[in-house]
Structure formats: structure tokens, C-alpha cells
């Protein structure tokens, strides 16, 4: 492995649990939301980054201290951090791009992006929703600011899935008009 491309991971402890972030010489290339325990949020960062730990150089430190506002409640904005998504697909690419343009408190659907993409219908939705649960850096890249049609929850692919969604909303103020019922849905540390 090149020097450029060596990956490593750090984490830390947020409000919500301990959180990870792994980076290479182009930019945070993963982030993970807290598991059920802290061994268990390093085995999934490091299945999605293949990294190794270290400590994080200062221009990771600044995105880590960001996160850590962000999950105490604070704005937040991550448009410029950067971000490693070269082994994606040129429509992840885009798409991430693209959705790294909704701003903090904002929503979209899966439906909005599509078209702003230039992919019709419900299979363009439904390709947007399958790129959003592949994801390695939600928080920086806002997947959880993609509603279903109508205004809807929809799915999320971190640990405690659509209630962790719907607190990041939460987070940002944003109100839904059908949260999930708390008792039915798991819990992370914090949440």
C-alpha cells in the first residue's frame, strides 16, 4: 500500500458514544457512529476503512472536534472538510457531492436528489436510497437529511437505524411529522 493511500482510524468519545473516523493523505475516507460497544464501533470502522490505529493528525483532529460539537448539539458545517471518495463509484461521487449541498437543518428525499441527478422516476429514487446506506462518512456527508417520499423517516444504515436518523434530525431542529416510537426502536449510548 502507498504511503498516500495507508488508512488510519481514531476514536473518541462524542455525546452519543464513542464515535470513528478514519483518514488517508486525501481526506477522511470513513466515519463510525457508535455501536453497542466501543470494540464493536472500531471492528465496523475497520471492516469499512481497513485501517490501523493512530493518532490523528491536525487537519483530522479539526473533523473530529467538529463531530463531537455536532453530536452535542451544535451547528455544525462540513462542506469543507475533506473527503476521500476516489473508489467509489462515479455516482456515489456525484451524489455525495451533491448532497454535501444540503445544508445544516435542511431536508431532501431520495425522490429531489434523483432528479436533481437526472435519474427518473422510482428507480432513480430508489438508486439514491441504495447509495445513501453505502455511505462511509455519514455526518459529513449528511445522508441522514434524505427523507422518503412525502416527508417520511426512511431507512439508515447506522446503528440504531431510522431512530438514530431521526435524532441527528432532531439535532438540527428539524421537525417530523411521524417519528419512530422510541420504545420499538434500539437505543445508542447517548441517545
Not at 66 to 83: H, K, M, P, Q, T
Not at 133 to 160: D, E, K, M, Y
Request: charge should be positive; hydrophobic fraction near 45%; glycine fraction near 10%.
Amino acid at each position: 500500500m502507498t504511503a498516500q493511500r495507508q488508512t488510519h482510524h481514531h476514536l473518541f468519545d462524542t455525546a452519543l458514544g464513542r464515535c470513528g473516523v478514519a483518514w488517508n493523505a486525501r481526506g477522511l475516507c470513513a466515519v463510525q457512529l457508535p455501536d453497542r460497544t466501543p470494540a464493536a464501533t472500531e471492528r465496523r470502522l475497520v471492516a469499512k476503512a481497513g485501517s490501523t490505529a493512530a493518532v490523528p493528525p491536525p487537519w483530522v483532529a479539526a473533523p473530529v472536534a467538529d463531530i463531537r460539537r455536532y453530536l452535542a448539539g451544535e451547528r455544525v458545517d462540513f462542506a469543507a472538510v475533506a473527503v476521500d471518495l476516489d473508489s467509489l463509484e462515479p455516482f456515489q461521487q456525484k451524489l455525495y457531492a451533491a448532497l454535501r449541498a444540503v445544508p445544516f437543518g435542511a431536508t431532501t428525499t431520495y425522490g429531489e436528489l434523483a432528479k436533481t441527478l437526472g435519474l427518473p422516476g422510482w428507480e432513480g429514487a430508489r438508486d439514491v436510497g441504495a447509495a445513501m446506506g453505502q455511505n462511509p462518512v455519514p455526518i459529513v456527508i449528511p445522508c441522514h437529511r434524505v427523507l422518503a417520499a412525502g416527508g417520511r423517516l426512511g431507512g439508515f444504515s447506522a446503528p440504531g437505524g431510522s431512530a438514530t436518523k431521526a435524532r441527528l434530525l432532531a439535532l438540527e431542529g428539524v421537525k417530523l411529522s411521524a417519528a419512530p416510537a422510541a420504545a420499538a426502536i434500539p437505543r445508542l449510548p447517548g441517545l
